[in-house]
């Protein structure tokens, strides 16, 4: 298997299901026709569309400059994985800093509920961030994906049909 570059839609997905993070880490395409995928892309193109510029950086991670400031921004569509949305962000600021020297803010943008969190770089939260990105390089090197485990998030994920059908 190829190096696997891991960026923040590994992290945010570590922290709600390993076995989707082998299924994109392994260039297995969710559905297309996914509602929320779908109500994500509109999102993220409707709101903040002036506001912010998307950089990508080294071929690897995709941000949402705000301008004007050294901040990072991403836009959700719900406070409801709240946890990885974070981690997202943090994995964002830990990469601006280790990779490229450059401390910057983070600000989780939750338009529909009129929310921005602001994010910051703990020592704790880089210590987290190692230990997860260690742990991504595991699931992805696994032969096969993680057993499927039935939580909440089934409900809308466009993987639902290769775990459950």
């Keep these: 298997m190829q190096e696997i570059t891991i960026g923040g839609t590994l992290i945010w997905y570590y922290y709600i299901c390993k076995r989707e993070v082998w299924l994109i880490g ?50 959700k569509k719900s406070s409801r994985y709240l946890e990885s949305a974070k981690m997202q962000v943090a994995f964002y600021l830990y990469y601006m800093k280790k990779e490229k020297g450059v401390p910057m803010e983070g600000l989780l943008l939750i338009p529909e509920e009129r929310r921005r ?46 775990c459950w059908a």
């Design 26 to 75: 392994h260039g297995i395409e969710p559905e297309q026709e996914n509602d929320y995928i779908a109500l994500g892309r509109h999102i993220h193109e409707i709101f903040y569309r002036r506001r912010k510029r998307e950089l990508t950086i080294d071929n690897t991670i995709k941000i949402d400059i705000l301008p004007g400031r050294k901040v990072i921004g991403e836009i």
């Design 117 to 162: 969190i602001k994010v910051s770089l703990t020592s704790e939260i880089e210590e987290e961030l190692e230990r997860a990105i260690e742990d991504i390089q595991r699931i992805l090197s696994m032969e096969r994906p993680p057993s499927a485990v039935k939580i909440p998030y089934c409900k809308r994920c466009a993987y639902r049909i290769m």
